[in-house]
């Protein structure tokens, strides 16, 4: 699950070519293959972009022609000009989306809050006690099967069409990803740094500290990052099912009345959202993960 | 300069191992009836074949195991795990990735709460005793391996103990860096002596550092042979590859245990 999630953002690293890493002192020797393409990279990344922009125009101007040549029924393509325009008149001129786009970042944030706080606190919970683990393992394990989306109607039952609904869908993803990612990354302490602090007759509480948790960091980092992805979609899911307001709620509103340049245009939005967040967390995760 | 913030050189300690035994499971017999005495600031090498039991013996010292029979005494107290007069150094450096050299090299100090101002000097004195100097704010992944193990050596006396553990702390490298290492670490024990107990598979290298040589053999783990090395001190392990004593020493060991008790090293 992990996977293909986090390559786009990995990709999208290595794709600036020269990120600029302050270099420790003893990084002076560089193998030789690093230079040659160090002087290459700039030129690779122009040509991509332009490649990139001439896919972009070509994939939108046949879409332009499908709609103005009435290929198929225009109500059901939309175009790109229209989509643009929902988007200026709804973002731009007025601000008529702006409070869904509110509603659901809000949404979302508390759904990723509460669940990846639950799923860490869990997750430290089991590494401490092992049997705990064992025990609640068949739980969890079906809890975890359950496509969590098809809670949403249940959750409408409980609570309504609320905004509720929707964060316990995203909290009921987030949790279980910052679980797994909790327990991996403290077990992802080496055998040899806890006999070394065994020997040197550490705490409970110094070897937590001081090497339990930063060990973990890095997988509870693309945890966290994957987890706020998921409260995303949890939520968007969620107000798609049943919700009074958010950009879900528009999104299945517009597409009841066949207004497909909207839709388009939510999802644009969306996207943009996604893109966003994960923009941050690769920011975050590059400032505090320095060492790596 | 070490000296002016160390103080371990007055604690001296010995090691007594009286008629040791140990096994991992029933018919599983690890080390048999083994008996050592490590005198205060003695540096002992103990040279063996693979799974003859030497790391189960340096465990035992450490208190990482518990003494099954026979006892073993440390300052008049038995064994326990973080006795702050006892440092040990595993055969990987186990360096913190997420802490730079310097901070990796004070772990144990800070671990055992040694006042902080005391322990960063101790740390930068350090680094640069084992030529580390301008590193100390490179995160690890900077290092090469002979690096790293330096950061390792660094990290172990800046515990500022009386009795050190070292499991074939020089093990992984190559023979150059070998050669440096053991020199350094031969300039760091005369500076501050302690007692050292230091496990190698190499009888070239424990015959360059110790005082005395423990052969052990194994099926069960036994002290097969104990020899005093005789070279004078200080000793360079680059001058020492082409002494011709050396060698003589060297080739009088394995005639002795070849002679004595048949093949020792199966490998
Ligand atoms: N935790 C353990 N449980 C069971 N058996 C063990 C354990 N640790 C070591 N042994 C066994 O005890 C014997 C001695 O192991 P030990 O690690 O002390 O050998 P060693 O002399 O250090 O070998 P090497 O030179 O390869 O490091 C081996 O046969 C090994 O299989
Ligand atoms: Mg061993």
């Known amino acids: 699950m992990a996977g293909p999630l986090t390559s786009p953002a990995k990709r999208r690293i290595r794709d600036s070519g020269t990120v600029a890493v302050s270099r420790p002192i003893a990084d002076t020797k560089k193998p030789h293959g690093d230079e040659s393409q160090a002087v290459s990279a700039p030129k690779n990344l122009v040509l ?25 029924n225009p109500v059901v393509t939309g175009s790109p000009v229209e989509v643009a325009k929902f988007l200026v008149d709804n973002l731009v001129t007025s601000t008529k989306l702006w409070g869904s786009v509110g509603v659901t970042l809000w949404t979302t944030l508390i759904a ?58 995203g909290v009921s993803l987030t949790f279980f990803i910052l679980l797994s990612s909790t327990m991996a990354g403290v077990a992802s ?29 890095p997988t509870l980092f693309s945890g966290l990052r994957l987890g706020l992805v998921y409260a995303l979609l949890g939520v968007v899911s969620g107000e798609i099912i049943g919700a009074p307001a958010g950009l879900g709620e528009k999104l299945s509103y517009f597409a009841g009345s066949f207004e497909t340049d909207a839709v388009f245009g939510v999802l644009i939005v969306l996207g943009v959202i996604g893109a966003v967040i994960q923009g941050v967390m690769t920011l975050a995760e590059r400032k505090l993960l320095r060492w790596q | 300069m070490g000296n002016i ?50 790391t189960t013996l340096l465990n035992l010292v450490a208190g990482l195991l518990p ?8 300052a008049n107290e038995q064994p326990r795990p973080g006795h702050p007069l006892v440092g040990y150094m595993l055969a990987r450096d186990a360096l913190f990735g997420w802490r730079t050299v310097r901070r990796n090299v004070e772990l144990g100090a800070e671990i055992r709460g040694q006042d902080e101002a005391l322990r960063e000097i101790r740390a930068v004195e350090l680094i640069r005793q084992v030529g580390l100097a301008g590193y100390e704010d490179a995160y690890p992944k900077a290092l090469s391996h002979g690096m790293r193990q330096r950061a390792a050596l660094a990290r172990t006396f800046c515990l500022d103990v009386a009795v050190l553990l070292m499991d074939e702390p020089f093990g992984a ?50 002290i097969r042979l104990v020899v005093q090395v005789t070279l004078p001190r200080p000793r360079e392990a680059r001058m020492l590859q082409s002494d011709p004593h050396f060698h ?3 080739a009088t060991i394995w005639r002795e245990l070849e002679g004595g008790m048949g093949p020792w090293l199966d490998r």
């Open chain 2, 67 to 74: 003494t099954q029979e026979g006892t073993i005494t440390l």
């Open chain 2, 173 to 222: 490298l190559d023979a150059q860096t070998k050669l440096q290492l053991e020199d350094l670490l031969l300039d760091l024990w005369t500076r501050e002596r302690r007692t050292v107990l230091f496990v190698t598979h190499d009888l070239n290298e424990a015959l360059v550092l110790a005082d005395r040589v423990v052969v052990m053999g194994r099926n069960p783990g036994t």
């Open chain 1, 48 to 72: 991509m972009w332009v490649g990139r922009l001439i896919v972009t125009v070509v994939v939108l101007g046949v879409w332009q022609l499908v709609y103005v040549k009435k290929v198929f």
């Open chain 1, 112 to 169: 990723f809050v509460v669940g990846s706080g639950l799923g860490i606190g869990c997750g430290l919970l089991f590494a401490r006690s092992p049997k705990l683990e064992h025990f609640t393992n068949p739980f969890f394990t079906g809890f975890n099967s359950v496509p969590r989306i098809a809670l949403a109607p249940l959750f409408i039952v409980w609570f309504g069409l609320s905004q509720v609904s929707s964060i316990l869908v």
């Open chain 1, 189 to 217: 302490l080496e055998r040899d740094a806890t006999t070394l602090l065994d020997t040197l007759g550490a705490t409970e509480r110094q070897r937590f500290f001081r090497a339990t948790l930063p060990a973990a960091v």
């Open chain 2, 248 to 250: 003589d020493l060297s």
């Open chain 2, 5 to 54: 913030v160390s103080d371990s050189g007055n604690k001296s300690v010995g090691i007594a191992i009286d008629s040791v035994t140990h096994r991992f499971g029933p018919g599983q017999l690890t080390l048999d009836n083994v008996s050592l005495n490590v005198e205060p600031g003695e540096f002992v090498a103990i040279v063996g074949p693979s799974g003859c039991g030497k």
